[in-house]
């Protein structure tokens, strides 16, 4: 039994708050192999139209660029090596095992911060924030994909039937771990609304924060700016 005293959320339930990454990474090993594919059945596809609304707000140079992808957890970074492999040339993309609240990156290193449906995931939001924050040149962007709240009426009721009645039992059918997309729906549902949201990023240091909902409010688009 954990001996610490600070708790937080796993989906519903409430656990040390050491215990949660363990827990999230054991998710994320059961599912790598069928990540994509459940996110394409889950949003009928458009996650890949969410994702492109991210690539075009960070807006790359179409020539010199360099990316650094970096997860905590090692399935997952497989799994990107092998679709990167062939695709892009060597050495525009890195990837690397890390911490979201504990970057190896030194102070000033990158353009442009992204992580699209992660932050949920981090058990300490606000660290990670500051983490982004820290590696980020002045003038550089911080971008956050990120499920939000259903605010289109009608919509809303559907949208929770759907989440808790049909993904978990889809979960079960595709990967076989219908507790890992019962987690999923849950940490959606404890994630802060938009608004929230955007006021801790203010107050990790970042400024002209904004955020855009997409498809009435399944997710949202957080920006800010190292200024």
Same mark, same amino acid.
């Given at each position: 039994m954990s001996g610490?005293?600070?708790?937080?959320?796993?989906?519903?339930?409430?656990? *040390? =708050?050491?215990? %949660?990454?363990?827990?999230?990474?054991? $998710?994320?090993?059961? $599912?790598?192999r069928r990540y994509d594919l459940m996110n394409d059945l889950m949003s009928g596809g458009l996650h890949r139209a969410w994702k492109d609304a =991210?690539?075009?707000a960070v807006n790359p140079p179409k020539n010199e660029s360099e990316f650094a992808v970096c997860d905590i957890n090692t399935d997952m970074l497989e799994v990107g090596r092998e679709r990167a492999s062939g695709r892009v040339r060597d050495g525009v993309i890195t990837f690397e095992q890390g911490n979201a609240e504990d970057l190896s990156y030194a102070d000033c290193s990158f353009d442009c911060v992204t992580i699209a449906f992660g932050i949920r995931n981090v058990p300490r939001?606000?660290?990670a924030l500051e983490e982004a924050y820290r590696?980020? %040149?002045?003038? /550089?962007r911080f971008l956050c994909l990120e499920f939000s709240s259903v605010d289109v009426p009608g919509l809303d009721a559907l949208y929770e039937l759907y989440s808790f009645q049909v993904i *978990?039992? =889809? /979960?079960?059918? $595709?990967t076989g771990n219908r507790e890992a997309y019962q987690y999923l729906v849950e940490s959606i549902r404890k994630f802060p609304k938009p608004k929230v949201f955007a006021r801790m990023i203010e107050s990790a240091g970042f400024r002209r924060v904004s955020f855009t909902a997409m498809t009435g409010g399944v997710v949202a688009l957080h920006s800010g700016w190292r200024l």
């Amino acid at each position: 039994m954990s001996g610490g005293s600070e708790r937080t959320h796993f989906g519903y339930e409430s656990v *040390p =708050l050491e215990d %949660k990454q363990g827990r999230v990474n054991d $998710v994320f090993h059961s $599912v790598s192999r069928r990540y994509d594919l459940m996110n394409d059945l889950m949003s009928g596809g458009l996650h890949r139209a969410w994702k492109d609304a =991210l690539v075009s707000a960070v807006n790359p140079p179409k020539n010199e660029s360099e990316f650094a992808v970096c997860d905590i957890n090692t399935d997952m970074l497989e799994v990107g090596r092998e679709r990167a492999s062939g695709r892009v040339r060597d050495g525009v993309i890195t990837f690397e095992q890390g911490n979201a609240e504990d970057l190896s990156y030194a102070d000033c290193s990158f353009d442009c911060v992204t992580i699209a449906f992660g932050i949920r995931n981090v058990p300490r939001t606000e660290r990670a924030l500051e983490e982004a924050y820290r590696v980020l %040149k002045i003038g /550089g962007r911080f971008l956050c994909l990120e499920f939000s709240s259903v605010d289109v009426p009608g919509l809303d009721a559907l949208y929770e039937l759907y989440s808790f009645q049909v993904i *978990p039992r =889809l /979960g079960e059918a $595709v990967t076989g771990n219908r507790e890992a997309y019962q987690y999923l729906v849950e940490s959606i549902r404890k994630f802060p609304k938009p608004k929230v949201f955007a006021r801790m990023i203010e107050s990790a240091g970042f400024r002209r924060v904004s955020f855009t909902a997409m498809t009435g409010g399944v997710v949202a688009l957080h920006s800010g700016w190292r200024l």
